[in-house]
Structures are given as structure tokens and as C-alpha cells.
């Protein structure tokens, strides 16, 4: 059974930092690219950073210099690390497997969690 679950949402001040967890089961993270999405209705889906095996990555223009995203395919697990959040952060999270990733492309959105709440107040 598939299973993607993201933790480590919750509610910041500007300024603070979040890390946002996220454990998988039922398939290997190795055989994808791995990151995060956020959407904050009526916004959009917004890709925030995503992770490919070699190590390739790539940050949303808006998050750029602030997240980190990290992966473990030991440990079947990826985190994001928030800092300086800012309110236009509030989203939910959702930790997401694509088919593939390079610097410009991304594949389809296979799998993803059910998500993780971040709120950042100003």
C-alpha cells in the first residue's frame, strides 16, 4: 500500500523556520523524482523544489534562497527546510514523487501525500 505522509507544518511568525518531513512506503523513492508543491486556494499549484537522484535540483523563483529540500533514499524519506518564511508561505504543503526531473522539465505527478498545513503570519 502506498503511503506518503508530510509532517512538520504549523504556524510561524514571519521571519522563522519550518521543517517539513515527509516518510514514504509502499514504493521506493529512488526510482523518482521527489519534491514539494504547495497550493493556497484559490491560487494555483505552485511547484516549490524538486529533487532528482543525481542530485539535480530546482527552487521555485519565489522560495529560492530561503528553502532547502533533501532527500534520503536510504531512509525513503525528503525534507523541505523553510526559513524566512514569509506570509505569502501559507500554503498547504503536499510532498509529491514525479516520473522524472532535470533542471527544466518535470514529469508527471505520480504519487503524493495528503499534505502538511504551514501558516506564516506577518
Known amino acids: 500500500q502506498v503511503q506518503v505522509v508530510e509532517s512538520g507544518g504549523g504556524s510561524v511568525q514571519a521571519g522563522g523556520s519550518l521543517r517539513l518531513s515527509c516518510i514514504v512506503s509502499g514504493f521506493n523513492i529512488s526510482a523518482y523524482c521527489m519534491g514539494w508543491f504547495r497550493q493556497a486556494p484559490p491560487k494555483d499549484r505552485e511547484v516549490v523544489a524538486h529533487r532528482a537522484n543525481d542530485g539535480t535540483t530546482f527552487y521555485g523563483d519565489a522560495v529560492k534562497g530561503r528553502f532547502t529540500i533533501s532527500r534520503d533514499n536510504a531512509k525513503n524519506s525528503l525534507w523541505l527546510q523553510m526559513n524566512s518564511l514569509k506570509p505569502e508561505d501559507s500554503a498547504m504543503y503536499y510532498c509529491?514523487?514525479?516520473?522524472?526531473?532535470?533542471?527544466?522539465?518535470?514529469?508527471?505527478?505520480?504519487?503524493w501525500g495528503q499534505g502538511t498545513q504551514v501558516t506564516v503570519s506577518s
Open positions: 509529491a514523487a514525479y516520473a522524472y526531473c532535470t533542471r527544466n522539465r518535470l514529469g508527471d505527478l505520480e504519487v
